[in-house]
């Protein structure tokens, strides 16, 4: 079994700060890679940010400059610090992970979503 537990994210101004946590726990053989998504009411779930294990990155377009992913590997944490935020970046945050998993017939990939978070800007 593998959990996903997400933190951070609130209320700030536009032009603040935040930082958003999430680690995975469990029977995990080896973290591959980590995204965060985002969704803002409507049914559209936007890619935000991307990590491969190799350490390469990827931004939305609307985030370069401003959001920085990283991660902890000793920790199997990933991290999302967003500054110079907006009030359009309001939005339920949500983190992937996809790991390879110890189970009773291998090694398998799989993949995890955390519960969300919430980031509201306030203008």
């Known amino acids: 079994q593998v959990q996903v537990v997400q933190s951070g994210g609130g209320l700030v101004q536009a032009g603040g700060s935040l930082r958003l946590s999430c680690t995975a726990s469990?029977?995990?053989?080896?973290?591959?890679?980590m995204d965060w998504h985002r969704q803002a009411p409507g049914p559209q779930r936007e890619l935000v940010a991307s990590?491969?294990?190799?350490?390469?990155?990827n931004y939305a377009d609307s985030v370069k400059g401003r959001f920085t992913i990283s991660r902890d590997n000793a920790k199997n944490t990933v991290y999302l610090q967003m500054n110079s935020l907006k009030p359009e970046d309001t939005a339920d945050y949500y983190c992937?992970?996809?790991?390879?998993?110890?189970?009773?017939?291998?090694?398998?990939?799989?993949?995890?979503w955390g519960q969300g978070t919430q980031v509201t800007v306030s203008s």
């Open positions: 992937n992970i996809h790991a390879s998993v110890h189970t009773a017939s291998g090694v398998r990939p799989y993949s995890f």
């Open positions: 469990g029977s995990i053989a080896e973290i591959n890679h």
């Open positions: 990590l491969t294990s190799e350490g390469s990155t």
